[in-house]
């Protein structure tokens, strides 16, 4: 059997939501870690950790993404005889 492609669309909505969710999550992260810093008095300490905290979490998102092309849900044994 031949493996169907999907569209364009599809393709590009999967890279852009890869690449969204990591700059979200590393913005997000970064902006709580400052916030933290704030509160505390502590100024670069949690702001580098949020970006590094959140910029890992984008990138496994997106690794996830990409090794898996947004199947979690799917059984990948295929058809059972």
């Known amino acids: 059997m031949r493996e169907e492609k999907p ?6 909505a999967r890279a852009l939501s890869g690449g969204l969710t990591w700059a ?15 509160w505390l008095g502590t100024q670069p300490v949690f702001t580098l950790i949020g970006a590094f905290v959140g910029a ?4 496994y998102y997106l690794y ?18």
């Open 7 to 12: 569209p364009p669309n599809v393709e590009i």
């Open 24 to 38: 979200l999550s590393t913005a997000l992260f970064l902006y709580l870690g400052s916030l933290v810093d704030g």
């Open 56 to 59: 890992a979490a984008g990138f």
């Open 64 to 81: 996830t993404l990409l090794m898996h092309g947004g199947d979690k849900g799917k059984d990948k044994r295929g058809p059972e005889q």
